[in-house]
């Protein structure tokens, strides 16, 4: 009738410990949060107090450079591994084909996120705090002497967690580990209770320390029956943008890898330079995109300035990926995706039932981006709800998704981590074979 008492004990460790790591995840995703606000603030403050003329681009264009130049520097020098989002590194070491240095990948994803994303560089923050949290399950797990499947558990566990303080979406983080790594996640009882006590503790610790709020909430009206077919429309446009976006990516990635190894500091000093004019003269184009989405909801642009700003951040985020900077590309792709959905709701909107509920473009093409490029459309679903709020476009979004799904399978798209990941795996290989 009763179970063992040894097994309720193991269990009871093992949800000690996944609590232990939210909290953790959770206080350095908040921390993490709250330093990157501090820096946007005083960059912004010294802007500002320029006048935004060119006295400011004088200050602002080296400033930036000179941060991503050294974000860069840090990960080449003390951990390579931290270069990018930390997705695809995780995947690889839950599937015992990468090795997690928990210290140094803490540290520097930490720290060299901070300098890439202060910089203006079209990055997420959601990146480091993943890579960050999976870092502290693997620190705490090493101390003990749980099973090895259960270890790998935790650092999903860990992952789940970074996510949820990133965005405030702990369901999203619990459901992206169990589709979007599902080859790789040792499913159990455990290990997915474990999961869930991670995500929750850590979104609560980050409410907490950094505010309890939607991050990007948008106030829209149901959408009507008749308008369903905008859903379809915009499913099937971001699902190409999608597929380009990710075969794109990786083209940056291995043209940045044929670069001679003396100018490694070029594509970042480049990049930040560039982000440092925008910052002065198009601030809408740079920076990670969170609050562009909220900002986008309250103001009217033009459906030509919606589509130039899209193209600038669909560049700006594969090649500040590709420059080997700490970074993720949720927050980028979402901002990407608003401003081409209000663009296409702008364009079909008055000659259609869409006129009378403003910005639901936006959230529709937020959740098909996602889906296309992760490939993971209950996600899409989720972390859209959470983050802005619009329960009432459930419907329609869903659609959107299923419709962004099936046209990006058929046209031969593949989710982008599993694609980083086989390129580090080939990578890794070629570097063992040449030493050898």
Known sequence: MFRDTRQTENDLLLYLIALIIGVMAGAVGALFHLSLDYIFARYDAFLQGMGHGWSAAFIAVPLSAGMAVTAVWLTRRFAPETAGSGVQEIEGAMDGQREVFWLRALIIKFFGGLLALGS???????????????????GVAERSELPLHERRGLLAAGAAAGLAAAFNAPLA?????????????????????????AAIASAITAESIAGRHPLIEIVVHQLPFAAFPFAVLLGFVLALVGVVFNHLLLRALDAVDQLPERLWWSPALILGAVAGLLLVVFPEAVRGGEGLVLQLSGVELGVLALFLMSLLRFAGSILSYAAGTPGGIFAPMLAIAASVGLAIEALVGHASPMHDVQHAGAILAMGALFTASVRAPVVAVILVMELTAAYSLLLPLLIACATSAIVAQALGGKPVYEMLLDRTLRKAAMAKENLG
């Not at 705090?129 to 399950?137: F, L, Q, R, V, W």
């Not at 983080?173 to 006590?197: C, D, G, K, N, W």
């Open 120 to 138: 203006g560089l079209v990055l997420g923050r959601e990146g480091p705090t993943i890579h960050m949290g999976a870092a502290i399950a693997q």
């Open 173 to 197: 983080a619990i459901v992206f580990v169990t589709e979007e790594m599902q080859r790789v996640f040792p499913f159990s009882r455990r290990t997915y209770v474990s999961l869930i006590i």
